[in-house]
């Protein structure tokens, strides 16, 4: 490799499908030579902590009286731009445009005013992103801004980046990256997994995961599988 990068990345660290590709991620850049920082209220469900090159930012935020409701995003603008300026980060790449992205951009614009070290930011989106904030008009606004004042966007799918072009009428440049993971080696043989399911030889086994939302159409699922 020529150039190892420091790069900072940004996700809900939940079991969720994006939480689990930027560990994904982090931990394969972190392979190949590069310092990755993670900043989030929370270490990702699957990072593996333990690599020399990955780094873990806590972001620290609190409830106070004054709010309804505790905010997120500044206090993730606030360690972005500590964090970006501290590690002198390369790239901050971040999954969903609210609010990580909108956290992301307001950081580089305080690093810019205070004359610190900025990163390019870049945005990848993902469903949720689309098909329920970006349809909503108390957020689609800073949803589209936040994507086309990224350096860079990428979408999961191709009908993902083309829902977006239509949902916010943007002309913003929008890469498709799939969704990707390294698979573990399996602990348990096929066989001793079937009989303790109690599952004969040639009965036929389906599996699906996915957080229980309604967006998930869960139900649906369940009559597809049963036909």
Known sequence: MSQ??????TCYPSVGG??????QLGTELARLGHQ?????????????????????????FNEYELFKYPDY?????????EVSN??????????YAVPHATAALLA??????ENLHTARVITTLHGTDITLMGR???LAPIIKYSTESSCGVTAVSHSLAEETRQVLDTKKQ??????FYRPREPRKSRKSIRKKLGLRQDDFVLIHLSNLRPVKRVPDLLKSLAL
């Not at 993730?76 to 731009?81: G, I, M």
């Not at 580089?108 to 005013?113: D, F, M, V």
């Not at 929008?174 to 969704?179: K, M, P, T, Y």
């Open 4 to 9: 190892s990068l420091n790069i900072g990345i």
């Open 18 to 23: 994006s939480g689990i590709v930027a560990s």
């Open 36 to 60: 990755v920082h993670f900043i989030a209220y929370e270490p990702p469900f699957r990072l593996e902590r333990k690599h020399p090159n990955i780094h873990f930012h806590k972001v620290q």
């Open 73 to 81: 995003t500044l206090p993730l603008a606030v360690k972005l731009v």
């Open 86 to 95: 501290k590690h002198k980060l390369d790239i901050v790449h971040v999954h």
């Open 108 to 113: 580089r614009q305080i690093g810019r005013e």
């Open 136 to 138: 909503d008009p108390n």
């Open 174 to 179: 929008i890469e498709v990256i799939h969704n």
